[in-house]
């Protein structure tokens, strides 16, 4: 069975910054990508991140520069790293396995930035 389980939301202040990670179980992790998606209250979900088996990666404009997605495929773990956190990052965080005909999902972890 997969299971993929985010960890390390909370609350931060504007500026500041979070460690989300994302330990993954019953899957071969280096046949995949991950993404890391976003939800923000009354809002579509969003790709915010993307790490490639070869460890290329992928941000939407808004994040570029600010956060930092990495892999490490011994843990199976992959890490969203955010700093200059704003306000508008507030958002339930998803962990996204997508690949071979399946699509795989967390549970999800809050981020909230005050300002």
């Known amino acids: 069975q997969v299971r993929l389980v985010e960890s390390g939301g909370g609350l931060a202040q504007a500026g500041g910054s979070l460690r989300l990670s994302c330990a993954a179980s019953?899957?071969?992790?280096?046949?995949?990508?991950f993404n890391w998606h976003r939800q923000a209250p009354g809002k579509q979900r969003e790709l915010v991140a993307a790490i490639d088996i070869g460890g290329s990666t992928a941000y939407t404009e808004s994040v570029k520069g600010r956060f930092t997605i990495s892999r490490d495929n011994a843990r199976k773990t992959v890490v969203l790293q955010m700093n200059s956190l704003k306000p508008e990052a507030t958002a339930v965080y998803y962990c996204?396995?997508?690949?071979?005909?399946?699509?795989?999902w967390g549970q999800g972890t809050q981020v909230t930035v005050s300002s």
């Open positions: 996204n396995i997508r690949g071979f005909g399946s699509d795989y």
């Open positions: 019953g899957i071969t992790t280096t046949r995949y990508a």
